[in-house]
């Protein structure tokens, strides 16, 4: 498996263990060029996990992507590529929990947007315009609104009550 922060193989694997719900191994991983660890889930074909897309299809749920996603969200920032590991890893195991093996993409991006806030203000706002901003004008609103009021405090709650 290439590694997923230098692109180099082999990784050899440091830890075998169940993920949280037991149904999928869980190998922890690192890169034998650059040290990087990262965490696998395998399970089998019929018990993958599935997202839901707004169209109503239903994709492979596909970490690469997510990181991707994420990846694009961070572009010089300055977060590290051990906390993107972290917060895919931390998501993928979220929605491995979920009762149903199919989780929408809202939840998904909802999940992810969490976690991305407590890391970086700007990539919280750049990840949360492409996820939220196309099905939910509204939502994207607040999110930007409770961002402003985190980060400026009582500032920007006027000027928030100034537009009501
Ligand atoms: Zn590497």
């Not at 034998?32 to 019929?46: G, I, L, V």
């Not at 572009?75 to 491995?96: F, I, W």
């Amino acid at each position: 498996m290439d590694c997923p922060d230098c692109g180099d193989e082999p990784t050899r694997v440091v830890d075998t263990g169940t993920s949280a719900d037991g149904t999928a191994v869980r190998r922890r991983r690192e890169c034998t060029a650059c040290s990087f660890r990262f965490t696998t889930y395998e399970r089998p074909e019929w018990d993958s996990l599935r997202v839901e897309k707004r169209d109503g299809r239903v994709e492979p749920f596909d970490r690469e992507k997510l990181r991707a996603g994420v990846e694009r969200a961070i572009e010089k920032r300055p977060v590290d590529a051990d906390d993107v590991a972290t917060l895919v890893d931390d998501v993928e195991a979220t929605l491995l929990d979920d009762d149903g093996r199919v989780v929408t993409a809202e939840r998904v991006g909802a999940l992810v947007s969490d976690r991305l806030r407590s890391l970086d203000r700007i990539a919280y706002v750049r990840f949360v315009s492409v996820y939220r901003a196309f099905s939910d004008p509204a939502a994207f609103r607040r999110a930007l609104d409770a961002v402003d009021e985190r980060d400026e405090g009582g500032q920007s709650r006027e000027q928030t009550e100034f537009e009501q």
